[in-house]
């Protein structure tokens, strides 16, 4: 058996590098356990530069095509032909558009295939709606995850979802940020001392809650709400804002390198995460932007699903919305900027919470699971 300092892994992603945190933790926990480590993604003529040292090999695909049906078939046929001609030990799938080619690759070259699934990827609201694709997406799973023999996912629900449909074990590895205490905010990185910050951060994608939240501002005084990334919906959220003359209100900060993120967290008062229940993917989400609110002391608002009700209540961390209706959320945003007795209470509980809620305490399932293929 070869030891497992000279093993190599090969972890794929279909996104840019720039901003995906799962997976850069992901990456360097495997260097720290003994592999060698190579990133492959794509790289987009918008695309922010790595700027941060990383102690893992990366590669960044020029593709022809940017979405839809084609980008997928190119992006497979170019990620199958790399990992064919790369010396790799162990194969690391992130979500189920990179398991085709990785799929084919473990069986020509014989190699272990590990799934980390970071949603339940057929029912996102992107496929909602769309039949002919969704059905193209879960042949593709119904195809390849029974025959899995390591994967893990972001939580429970979701583990147990694919367990019940496929008898495949998931192994669970939440998406919680690296143990660390907030740093001071430098001068010229500080944002609004007279108003109240709201925050979103994440993708601006359909069945977020964007929509509404930018119309509540209309009923939210002394508020700023900041939507720090970009995604499918960016276009009319900024059309929403003109429509309703709320520039002074809502402001895009756009995709931002992790260390610019972290500034913009801890200035916040009130991190949302107000996804709708839009299949099961939505229900069942316990998004990395929870964890990174908990470990900035930031109070969350989020919305009745079980994952995040079960952090939100479990710690008393925050407030919990029953309605999308923006005059309700703007009534909730207002009690949890202003309450100063509840976010003494919802402070303490946090800084207790960000000590639990550990990427290292997460890591530990990783080093197992892959103990246990190197021990093969």
Not at 26 to 38: N, Q
Not at 273 to 290: C, H, Q, T, V, W
Request: proline residues 5%; hydrophobic residues 40%.
């Amino acid at each position: 058996m070869k030891r497992k300092s000279q093993r190599k892994i090969i972890v794929s992603v279909t996104n840019d590098l720039a901003t995906d945190n799962r997976v850069h933790k992901v990456c360097s926990s495997l260097v720290k356990f003994g592999y060698s480590v190579t990133l492959v993604g794509r790289k987009l003529p918008n695309s922010l530069p790595l700027k941060e040292e990383r102690n893992y090999q990366t590669k960044r695909m020029w593709l022809i095509f940017k979405k839809g049906p084609l980008f997928y078939a190119e992006y497979n046929k170019r990620l199958l032909l790399f990992l064919l001609l790369r010396k790799a030990d162990i194969l690391l799938s992130n979500d189920l558009d990179t398991l085709p080619a990785n799929y084919l690759a473990s069986i020509i070259k014989r190699k272990p295939l590990v799934f980390d699934s970071h949603e339940y990827f057929t029912e996102v609201p992107e496929l909602i709606g769309r039949p002919r694709v969704q059905k193209a997406w879960k042949w593709i799973e119904k195809k390849i995850v029974p025959k899995l023999k390591y994967a893990y996912t972001v939580c429970e629900s979701i583990a147990n979802l694919f367990e019940q449909e496929y008898q495949t074990r998931f192994e669970v590895v939440r998406n919680i940020p690296i143990a660390k205490e907030p740093i001071p905010v430098p001068k010229e990185k500080r944002i609004a001392d007279d108003k109240k910050i709201i925050l979103y951060q994440g993708a601006l994608n359909i069945g977020r809650g964007l929509p509404e939240v930018i119309r509540s501002m209309q009923y939210v005084d002394n508020s700023l709400l900041l939507l720090a990334g970009d995604g499918d919906i960016t276009s009319q959220l900024k059309e929403l804002v003109n429509t309703l003359n709320l520039q002074q209100k809502v402001r895009f900060l756009g995709r931002l390198p992790l260390e610019e993120l972290s500034y913009i967290t801890q200035q916040a008062h009130l991190g949302l995460s107000i996804e709708k229940d839009m299949g099961l993917n939505y229900r069942f989400a316990l998004p990395n932007k929870l964890f990174d609110y908990i470990h900035a002391h930031v109070p969350v608002m989020v919305t009745n699903l079980p994952e995040m009700v079960k952090i939100v209540k479990g710690h008393n961390i925050g407030i919990v919305i029953d309605s999308h209706d923006p005059e309700a959320i703007a009534k909730a945003i207002t009690h949890a900027v202003s309450d100063e007795k509840e976010r003494k209470t919802w402070i303490v509980n946090l800084k207790k919470a960000s000590k639990e809620f550990t990427w290292e305490n997460e890591e530990k399932v990783l080093e197992k699971l892959f103990n246990k293929i190197a021990s093969t």
